[in-house]
């Protein structure tokens, strides 16, 4: 037997401009960025409807308003085994922390895969929540967001900030470490 999926959608105002959230079911299934890369057609959104959104537009002003470091909502990510696994370990970065692609690559155990990540990574369906902005180069240098790369330094500076670490330590890369380090966010 076959669910049908209900999607509805709603879009909440953030400090990045709006954000267009979609769940299949009830559940979280997308939260997209005005101008985002991958970003679905509009009319595979569903029907407008800020019910069940309720959690997470809360949840999403106490982020921005610099009160919640990491979220607890249930989600529909939907995607490979591979995508699955590369968005369950953006989650386990910490707030206001970034590592690299190939130590990402790395914590899913595939150390050559950097790229297979970074692709990974750019398909993610619910931006911010999955927090994929916490990723850089190798060099630790801002690479592609499918928010852009001023919203992925935005962000970034914002986590920084709210969190004290310091913007001015300078990323070294580890030497064979999945530890995460901290990135200055305008480089």
Known sequence: MTLTEHRTHTVVDSA??????????????????????????????????AEPFGEAAAQLRAYFGGQRTDFDLPMLLAGTPFQQRVWSALRDIPY??????????????????????GLANGKNPIGIIVPCHRVVG????????????????????????????????????????????RRHPSD
């Open 96 to 117: 206001g922390e970034t590592i690299t692609y190939g130590q990402l690559a790395e914590r899913i155990g595939q150390p050559t895969a950097a790229r297979a990540v």
């Open 16 to 49: 990045v401009g709006p954000l267009t959230l979609v769940a299949v079911n009830g559940t979280l299934a997308g939260l997209y960025m005005h101008r985002q890369r991958h970003r679905p057609p509009e009319e595979t959104f569903g029907e407008p409807d």
């Open 138 to 181: 190798s060099t630790g240098h801002l690479t592609g967001y499918g928010g852009g790369l001023e919203t992925k330094r935005f962000l970034l500076a914002f986590e920084q900030g709210v969190s004290g670490s310091s913007l001015l330590q300078v990323y070294r890369p580890s030497s064979g470490s999945t530890r995460s380090s």
